[in-house]
């Protein structure tokens, strides 16, 4: 006696076909002769993988705002918030000293902070661009040179033509009175 219903069992699963002779597994997409897994993820039972979730580096976004500050916000993708504390810093440094340092460190807390965020999903995830990377590190260098060439020519340049007045030819008199009286003249202590 033949039995006219022929249904299979899935060899990966288990399942228990409701078709005859099927090639693929309906609950898990596998082949029902066992050679291979599904033809696809998704198919079936079998999940379609989860995509690796990226993570932001809270170590390396905060060196970066310590090396540059706002650097840690472009990694982060808020390059208009990196460039924002990167002036901040230049004129707070320029201004007063310690205005400058206190939005430094600030750089560098919110770029640790914000990247932990970031990873746990308590804050969108933001992409890091690189060429936003590259054209924020050009604009820092264009920055501070410009800052030493008017550094130089406004305050070192001067105290150089100061010092290039006095006679430098006999270094072994240096403590030369009348260069000294003369130095003390031009810059206005006597």
């Known amino acids: ?17 409701n078709e005859e002779s099927p090639r693929f597994c309906s609950g898990c997409g596998a082949r029902m002769d066992g050679k291979s897994p599904a033809p696809f993820p998704g198919y079936g039972g079998y999940p379609a ?18 090396v540059l500050p706002g650097l840690g916000q ?8 990196g460039f924002a504390l990167f002036i901040m810093t230049c004129v707070g440094l320029v201004i007063l000293l310690i205005p400058g340092l ?5 750089a560098m807390y919110n770029a640790y902070k914000t990247a932990g965020k970031m ?17 924020f590190v050009v604009f820092a260098i264009a920055v501070v040179v410009i800052g030493v060439i008017i550094l130089y020519m406004m305050v070192i ?15 072994g008199n240096l403590g030369n009175t009348n260069d000294i009286n003369r130095l003390m003249n031009n810059a206005g202590v006597f």
């Open 157 to 171: 340049q001067p105290l150089m033509s100061q010092f290039g007045s006095l006679d430098m030819g006999n270094m």
């Open 49 to 66: 993988p989860v995509p690796v979730r990226e993570q932001k580096s809270t170590l390396i976004a905060g060196a970066c705002s310590m």
């Open 119 to 135: 990873n746990t999903g308590e804050i969108p995830f933001r992409e890091m661009r690189m060429l936003h990377v590259i054209l």
């Open 102 to 106: 206190i939005v430094w460190l600030y």
């Open 1 to 17: 006696m033949k039995n006219t219903c022929m249904h299979e069992v899935c060899p990966h699963c288990g399942k228990v076909s």
């Open 74 to 81: 472009v990694y982060n993708g808020e390059t208009a918030k």
